[in-house]
């Protein structure tokens, strides 16, 4: 492609204003690039975590439990006062092996940047109903689950009332509680494989908590409905995977959200002549990530989906910094110190035991319990006496005797604000699991008045639970 | 009163609306769906036939031909993606060679030009992903491919700029002859009732319906001909394996039929199938894991490899196959006219359809003076991906709304979608747009853009979000919103 006529001049330009690109951006001021740009399509940064209104980030990064919202402005603030430059609501479209971005706005047009190094930080996109091949008729009503998520925690409408969800991995598991919060009705679970993907909590706290089927070793075989989905046919499979002929059943339902992999965005990577792994079906990198084609970096879900959004921002952070080194013509094994520094970091990996599936659990006696309290995630198992054992702290003890006796779970949901904003808000601290339906519905039944700051008090003692309703994101 | 109704919005009535939006006439064209090209015209091959296949002085036969020599020039007028890529059918044993020496002879009879027998090397220097097991093939070098849908909604548009009406949503239930009061040419005019009860009146009908043609005949007591669906699977793959074929490749045709071919499309997608399956459901529009099975099975006759994990959707065409076996254009009643059993070739067919059908029409006295200002382009089509940097930037300039890429896999911008809502035929749904811009056809299929095309769509047709639908009422794309804050 042809550079456009009117060409900026940058050291550093990031694609994607994710986690992964705005650590990267950040990395990368602070290691001395002057100019650095964050190229980003959405209106504002923070990248898929804006819609991942639910908590559980950053509790390897921050050793605190935030919502994603919550966690991207973290990151949000710190490029604001590193005078990081963004372009928001702008597209880039081609990058050349010699370090050509070029991107397209409303505000600047078709434009160029020449960049000392290059950021690549697209994150993924989801794998569709297409890329499955699932039979049936093309209704209305069948989503990705990320499409769906969009759909009920930005814009603010239901994508289904009786629903059907493909993929037990932790999206599809998050979505279903959120659905079920919103008024839903998730009929079932399928998973394919005889065990889910997602953390044993959330199997616990999406499924469990609101008694939603898990149907293992299930897919769906068809979908019906000719102009809205009308039911999905599912089955069981063999150890091939192929439906197994007699187990189907039908079921009813308007919506089919799929939760069916991700695919690292590499359209623009390959464009660059980045060589891709066919595996990761991301860029192949180095330790300083850096790809085949030298000064082009990438990091996060671009390279490889990653589960836990704290790695991203490991990631970004060696990206950027070695993207900044580049960009000043200095030697990359500067950062070997960092790289040591941050593999260190990334040993913090998710304990096994956290990513058992349901199965594990059924099997034990007695009542057993993940604990939450810190990335550990040990598991914990309480007898009918209330004997505890598995946990490695007193705290642990704690919250399983609590989670056994009177189950309390922090609750995330969406505000309505004057002129139809949804504001992601949460309570301060958990509230009793059976308050959640109570909690929902004086969420639901008041008007939030912009402006808003993350953190400021919406309701107090919601409920009489104890705990506020704070907001979880910024609209200024 | 109407002076001419096309019933049926596919490409047959399209091309006929658009011809006769030439003449000084009150022109109306009726579809049932919220959009044109729901039918036929929305699920083909894409294939502008050369014309060797339909048995010689058969209508199928001279349309075709006639159909494959405009429809260039045509495409170039209306604006829309043709490509001549040429076509083979390929043969892999001596009864097949002995079969393409058939086709040969059938081609050169009804008037197609420039065939000729190859041999498998030959074949493979063109098509280097082509099986060793070929050895020989037919190669026609005027077979083209085109991009069905667009046909069909530009020469709609095309007609509507030049005075035609369109009334969607409007399923033909009734047709009634009223007596004439006098001074026209029939002592007979029709009222045609659509399923909502609204009613229209017109001097001339024309039968457009595809599938549903034989039950509209019907209407005016003509039970001549019947229409059975013959369901067509497919599958296609992403841009990036296009590299796959270039030119369009058949089979050796056997008497099922023509059999699966694989295509790269205009759009540089590349296309397998279909299937033929006769079925009962004319709404029945599924697709099979047999179906899908077949079709992977019998391409792998044509080439080695073919990278299945780029598959991005799959999608079944219903063919109006008529029990005559041939194009069935006629008049049962003076003022009726019928354009049945349309099926393969009828989109190579199509604009020698229309030309057909306008000269029954002039006979009949349908038409009037020509217009002055009448004007055979579709006009001010951007393809924002396909223009050059400064192009992109004088356009961002005056109107900033092609600076908003809102699909990401096609490169399509807010300005495209935004003049796909307001051209004609206007776009009404999230599917309509994406006929019309290309957006959310891509490997992601929508997930990404299709939340904010919805969006533009409620802003420009004033209705709230929740009403937006994927193609037409009933297919509403989310129901009401979550929270309204106490208030409704
Ligand atoms: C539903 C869901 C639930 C999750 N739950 C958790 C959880 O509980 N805990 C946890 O730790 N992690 C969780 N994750 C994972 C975590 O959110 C991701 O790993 C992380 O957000 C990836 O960051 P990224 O920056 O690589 O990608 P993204 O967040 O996807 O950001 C990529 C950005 O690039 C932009 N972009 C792409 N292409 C272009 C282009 N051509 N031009 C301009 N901009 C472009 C996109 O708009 C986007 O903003 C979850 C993920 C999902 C999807
Ligand atoms: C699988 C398949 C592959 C094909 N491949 C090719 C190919 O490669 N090359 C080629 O030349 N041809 C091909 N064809 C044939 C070609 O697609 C058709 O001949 C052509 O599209 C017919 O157009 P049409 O306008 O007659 O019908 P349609 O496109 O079916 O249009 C009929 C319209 O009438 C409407 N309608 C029906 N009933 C009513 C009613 N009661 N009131 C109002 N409106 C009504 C329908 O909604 C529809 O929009 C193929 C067909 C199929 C199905």
């Known amino acids: 492609m ?379 198992t309480v007898d009918k006496n209330m004997n505890v054992s598995g946990n490695t702290c007193s705290r642990g003890e704690k919250y399983a005797i609590q989670e056994v006796t009177a189950p309390k779970r922090t609750l995330t949901t969406t505000m309505y604000a004057e002129g139809g904003t949804m504001v992601p808000v949460r309570t301060d601290s958990p509230v009793p699991r059976e308050k959640l339906f109570d909690c929902m519905e004086e969420i639901n039944s008041k008007t939030l008045i912009l402006p808003i700051r993350s953190g400021d008090i919406i309701i107090e003692n919601i409920e009489g639970t104890g705990a506020n309703v704070v907001a979880a994101g910024s609209f200024l | ?154 020469s709609i548009g095309n007609a509507m700029d030049n005075g035609a009406e369109l009334l969607t949503q409007f399923e033909v239930t009734e047709i009634k002859k009223i007596e004439n009061d006098g001074n026209r040419q029939r002592t007979y005019f029709y009222e045609i009732t659509a399923s909502d009860g609204r009613k229209i009146q017109t001097e001339y009908v024309v039968n457009c319906a595809g599938i549903h043609s034989d039950e509209v005949a019907k209407l005016v007591g003509d039970c001549e001909f019947s229409i059975t669906p013959r369901r067509g699977q497919y599958l296609l793959l992403d841009k990036e394996a296009g590299g796959l074929v270039n030119a369009t490749v058949f089979r050796t045709p056997t008497v099922m039929g023509k059999g699966v071919l694989a295509v790269r499309t205009v759009d540089g997608n590349i296309l397998l199938g279909p299937t033929s399956e006769d079925i009962e459901d004319k709404e029945d529009k599924a697709v099979t894991e047999e179906g899908l099975a077949s079709v992977i099975a019998r391409e792998a006759e044509f080439f080695d490899d073919i990278p299945m994990d780029k598959v991005i959707t799959q999608f079944t065409g219903l063919r109006a196959h008529g029990n005559t076996g041939d194009f069935i254009i006629e008049s049962p009643e003076a003022g009726f006219i019928n354009c049945a059993g349309i099926e393969s070739p009828g989109l190579s067919a199509s604009p020698a359809i229309a030309e057909m059908v306008e000269e029954m029409l002039i006979e009949a006295g349908a038409t009037g003076k020509l217009k002055q200002d009448y004007r055979p382009e579709v006009k001010g089509i951007i393809r924002f991906k396909d223009m050059t940097a400064e192009e992109k930037n004088r356009l961002i300039a005056q109107n900033p709304a092609y600076g908003r890429v809102v699909c990401r896999c096609e490169e399509i911008t807010e300005g495209e979608i935004l003049d796909a809502i307001r051209r004609n035929p206007p776009a009404r749904d999230v599917d309509a747009v994406k006929r019309r811009t290309r957006a959310g056809m891509g490997r992601c299929q929508g997930g990404f853009c299709m939340p904010t095309v919805a969006e533009l769509l409620a802003e420009e047709l004033g209705i709230p979000f929740e009403k937006v639908t994927k193609s037409g009422e009933g297919s509403e794309i989310t129901f009401e919103r979550t929270k309204t804050g106490g208030d409704k």
């Open chain 1, 2 to 380: 042809m550079k456009a006529a009117n060409t900026l001049k940058a050291d550093v330009v990031v694609i994607g204003g994710g986690p992964a690109g705005m650590s990267a951006a950040v990395a990368a001021r602070e290691a001395g690039a002057e100019e650095v740009v964050i190229i980003e399509r959405e209106s504002r940064l923070s990248g898929i975590l804006q819609q991942c209104i639910h908590n559980g980030f950053g509790l390897h990064k921050f050793r605190e439990e935030l919502t994603g919202p919550e966690y991207g402005l973290r990151y949000e603030e710190m490029v604001k006062k590193l005078d990081i430059i963004v372009m928001t609501e702008t597209m880039a479209v081609d990058i050349t092996p010699g370090r050509v971005v070029t991107a397209v706005s409303k505000e600047r047009g078709y434009f160029s940047i020449d960049a000392g190094a290059v950021v690549l930080a697209m994150g993924c996109r989801e794998k569709s109903r297409g890329a499955l091949s699932i039979p049936g008729t093309r209704p209305s009503g069948v989503f990705t689950a990320g499409t769906a998520q969009k759909l009920v925690n930005i814009k603010g409408y239901m994508p289904g009332k009786r629903i059907v969800i493909l993929g037990s991995g932790d999206i599809g598991l998050i979505m279903a509680r959120r659905m079920t919060l919103e008024g839903a009705e998730v009929k079932a679970v399928c998973e394919i494989m005889e065990d889910s993907g997602g953390l044993t909590r959330n199997i616990v706290q999406c499924l469990r908590d609101f008694d939603i089927p898990l149907m293992l070793r299930h897919t769906v075989v068809k979908i019906h409905g000719n102009k809205r989905v009308e039911g999905v046919t599912v089955a069981r499979v063999d150890e091939n995977l192929k439906p197994i002929p007699g187990t189907q059943e039908y079921i009813e339902c308007d919506t089919l959200m799929l939760s069916v992999g991700l695919i690292p965005e590499n359209e623009l990577s390959k464009k660059a002549g980045v060589e891709i792994d066919p595996k990761t079906r991301g860029p192949v990198v180095d330790e300083n990530r850096q790809t085949k084609v030298p000064g082009i970096f990438a990091c996060g879900n671009v390279v490889k989906v990653h589960e836990l959004v704290d790695f991203v921002s490991d990631e970004g952070e060696t990206a950027g910094r070695a993207a900044a080194l580049f960009s000043q013509g200095k030697s990359l094994s500067v950062s070997e110190s960092h790289k040591n520094s941050n593999s260190h970091k990334s040993a913090v990996s998710v304990p096994r035991e956290q990513k058992k599936g349901v199965k594990h659990l059924q099997g034990s006696g007695g009542n057993t319990v993940i604990c939450t309290i810190c990335p550990m995630g040990c598991k914990i």
């Open chain 2, 1 to 154: 009163m109407y002076k001419i109704a096309i019933i049926g919005g596919g490409v047959v009535g399209g091309m006929i609306a658009r011809e006769m939006s030439k003449y000084d006439v009150r022109l109306v064209l009726l579809e049932k769906e919220n959009d044109v090209a729901m039918g036929q015209s929305k699920a083909n091959s894409g294939i502008v036939h050369a014309g060797y296949d339909p048995e010689p002085g058969s209508l199928k036969a001279i349309l075709n031909v006639r159909g494959s020599q405009m429809m260039e020039e045509i495409c170039k007028e209306l604006n829309v993606k043709y490509r001549k890529n040429g076509t083979l059918v390929v043969g892999f044993d001596e009864e097949d060679m002995k079969r393409l020496g058939q086709l040969l002879e059938r081609g050169r009879k009804n008037g197609v030009e420039g065939l000729e027998i190859i041999d498998g090397e030959t074949a493979r220097k063109m098509e280097r992903n082509l099986s060793e097991k070929i050895i020989g093939a037919l190669y026609a070098p005027t077979g083209a491919v085109v991009c069905p849908y667009e046909l069909t909604t530009h």
